[in-house]
């Protein structure tokens, strides 16, 4: 069974420039969350989405957009890029049962802003 | 201040030691609580997934939750080499699937 796909692995931007990070979950996942990891701040919740819809969202600015296809593939977007931005972010699928879900990550696309 | 708090470490121990790791909470209404393990260059792995208070055994890792006290633990008993890893604690409400993640502490196990 495939695990969660995160591309691409590894990218270099400037700042002002604008980045499209895609995930693709395991098979049978509906739900697709999206974090950011920093040494500082650990893991934040960006969003998650549901049937093509953004059911939450964390407290990032609105550089930060995401959204997610029939197939519950998803994308997230930073425009505007700052230095700050620099990070691993992760994309986590899962069943999205009743009660609590145990989220599977991808590798992470991990962004560098000159 | 942070809803999950986390020692980041780092903590080094000699192969076959206990290790224990630790995070405290602030939200009442967490529920469920998860221990992820983390590699370098690598996405976070489910370790242990326990719902509300108690012990919950697998293998070497044991993960305890006191709701009481707002504070749960993994333990590593007879730790190797290949535990050299961040472990971050990870927990949710009842509702929802929005994830609260400790900062991760960060073993070495020295051989």
């Known amino acids: 069974k495939a695990g969660v796909t995160q591309t691409p692995r590894y990218l270099i931007k400037t700042r002002g420039q604008q980045v499209t990070l895609s995930c693709s979950p395991i098979?049978?996942?509906?739900?697709v969350s999206w974090y950011q990891q920093t040494p500082g701040q650990g893991l934040q919740f960006l969003f998650e989405?549901?049937?093509?819809?953004?059911?939450n969202k964390g407290n990032f600015p609105g550089r930060f957009s995401g959204r997610q296809f029939s197939n519950s593939r998803s994308e997230m977007n930073v425009s505007t890029l700052e230095l700050g931005d620099s990070a691993l972010y992760l994309c986590?699928?899962?069943?999205?049962?009743?009660?609590?879900?145990?989220?599977?990550f991808g590798a992470g696309s991990r962004l560098t802003v000159l | 201040q942070k809803e999950v708090e986390q020692d980041p470490g780092p903590l080094s121990v000699p192969e076959g030691a206990i290790v224990s790791l630790n995070c405290t909470y602030s939200?009442?209404?967490?529920?469920?609580f998860m221990w992820y393990r983390q590699y370098s260059r690598k996405g976070p792995e489910l370790l242990m997934y326990?719902?509300?208070?108690g012990n919950k055994e697998d293998g070497r890792f044991t993960a305890q939750v006191d709701k009481s006290s707002k504070y749960i633990s993994l333990f590593i008993r007879d730790s190797q080499p290949s535990d050299s890893a961040t472990y971050l604690c990870?927990?949710?409400?009842?509702?929802?699937?929005?994830?609260?993640f400790g900062t991760g502490t960060s073993l070495t196990v020295i051989p």
């Open positions: 986590a699928s899962s069943l999205d049962l009743s009660g609590a879900n145990v989220l599977t």
């Open positions: 939200n009442s209404a967490f529920q469920y």
């Open positions: 326990t719902y509300s208070s």
């Open positions: 989405y549901f049937s093509e819809t953004q059911r």
């Open positions: 990870a927990m949710s409400k009842s509702t929802g699937n929005q994830f609260y």
């Open positions: 098979s049978g996942h509906r739900s």
